[in-house]
């Protein structure tokens, strides 16, 4: 999704100048959807000051009374889906098929809650011992922030926007979210929805560049879903203002194919475990380790898997777009930095607008950004290791990614990596781990 930012005014007078605009353009044919206002930080300060307010009344109905606008929030996604599902489609790039499963995730979470929140809730009573002979009783309670801002990413910007926001609406919290300025036409839609049902006015959004910072500087608890740069930005922000906040940060989750693999089935399945959904997960395969004996072979097998990759019979169009045209632009720049620094392209390679090749990197090292940076895009690092060991070592390092797949043969090695990797999750021989969507409990 591209958008640009722009002044409504010319004149430089603080009495007239509006908030600038924001235009959303979709990634599929470079149309615009909608051009959006923004918030000033000052606009942000005013929502959430009303938030704040509205949060007594909200907390005050308790968690029975709070599930039941939560159940009204359900009916108006239902029977808004097919819009809602179309607009998500449009400003992400995706296909129906994909922005309707995204819907479903979210559909998933709120039905979770709402079946567990009372359980979740409820109070506990352990029994302490200060000192032989005497006891007291203690209560533990949670206490529900007045305030939550939740800042999502442009991946998933339904699902995980409502993985944070609807623990927090059953908690008794107010949210504000701010969704990623690439993709924030659905939960505004989703905002005006609530509104709609005759719920308190506790869950609204703020958009724009200048929204995210203050939603840190006025809410009571945060949370973060994207970057590592960015998140510690976020934290930074958070302790000196000594609020908690909970970060969901990239990383870059590797496979490691050991000489004895089926190397048919692992360059297939790591291909798919890469380039699905063009790379935008961070589950995604964006590193590759290799034994020495068996790098060659591999290596000529995934390039025949990513030059194939692509559209099947059936998917439908628009199958292959990238959300964030900047995001392309960040793939192109680590390809280019691992090429000047003597990596060798096998295939792709290539990008322009929402679109970029599958890519395969060999002779790739910790020097270039591919290795060290999270891509998000459709590029396959391939780094060749003398054994077991190094390629462990390796997948260890930082950045590590939030899964890992082992190729081989040999269980007794495979055994020994889950233990070694926990607790991140570690398919053997197995790709779902780089595929499965996110979930939220």
């Known amino acids: ?16 100048v509006r908030p600038p605009m924001l235009t959303v353009i979709a990634p599929a044919d ?3 959807v909608d051009t959006v206002a923004t918030e000033t930080p000052a606009a942000v300060r005013a929502i959430v000051e009303r938030l704040r307010d509205n949060a007594a009344l909200w907390h005050s109905l308790g968690v029975v009374g709070r599930i039941h606008w939560l159940t009204a929030f359900r009916n108006w996604l239902l029977d808004n889906r097919d819009a809602l599902t179309t607009l998500l489609a449009t400003e992400t790039g995706k296909t129906l098929s994909e922005a ?5 995730l979210a559909l998933d979470a709120l039905d979770h809650y709402r079946a567990h929140g009372a359980e979740f809730l409820g109070g506990r009573h352990p029994q302490v011992a200060l000192r032989p002979g005497a006891a007291m009783q203690l209560a533990v309670a949670r206490p529900a922030g007045a305030v939550v801002g939740v800042i999502g990413p442009w991946t998933y910007p339904l699902a995980l926007a409502l993985y944070d ?3 927090a609406l059953v908690a008794g919290s107010a949210v504000v979210v701010k969704p990623s300025s690439e993709t924030p036409l659905t939960l505004r839609a989703l905002a005006a929805g609530w509104s709609t049902t005759g719920a308190p006015a506790v869950f609204e959004t703020v958009t724009g560049h200048d929204a995210g910072p203050a939603v840190l500087d006025c809410v009571d608890y945060v949370r973060f879903t994207g970057s590592v740069e960015t998140g510690k930005v976020v934290a930074l922000r958070a302790a000196s203002r000594l609020i908690p906040c909970c970060l969901d940060l990239g990383g870059k989750s590797a496979a490691v194919v050991l000489s004895d693999a089926d190397l048919d089935r692992a360059a297939a399945s790591i291909a798919l475990g890469g380039l699905a959904n063009n790379g935008q997960s961070c589950n995604c395969v964006e590193r590759i380790y290799v034994e020495n004996s068996a790098y060659d072979a591999f290596l ?9 990759f692509g559209p099947i019979l059936g998917d439908e169009i628009g199958t292959g777009v990238m959300t964030s045209a900047a995001q392309v632009e960040l793939v192109r720049d680590q390809v280019r930095d691992a090429l000047l620094k003597g990596a060798t392209l096998r295939c792709g390679g290539a990008g322009a607008a929402h679109a970029f090749e599958p890519t395969v990197l060999a002779d790739v090292d910790p020097t270039m950004a591919v ?10 690092p391939v780094a060749r290791v003398a054994d077991a060991g190094e390629a462990f070592e390796l997948a260890r390092r930082s ?23 926990a607790p991140v999750p570690v398919g053997v021989n197995d790709i779902s781990v780089h595929v499965a969507r996110p979930r939220p409990f």
Request: aromatic content about 4%; hydrophobic content about 45%; some cysteine.
């Open 371 to 380: 290795l060290t940076q999270q891509t998000l895009g459709p590029v396959l």
């Open 1 to 16: 999704m591209r958008t640009a930012q722009h002044s409504s005014s010319q004149v430089p007078d603080a009495r007239k």
């Open 30 to 32: 470079g149309r615009v």
């Open 100 to 104: 309707d499963a995204e819907f479903g």
């Open 300 to 308: 000529d097998r995934l390039v025949a898997e990513a030059a194939a």
């Open 399 to 421: 950045p590590a990614g939030p899964c890992l797949s082992v190729w081989t043969a040999d269980t007794t090695a495979a055994a020994r990596a889950v233990g070694r990797f």
């Open 165 to 167: 926001a609807l623990p």
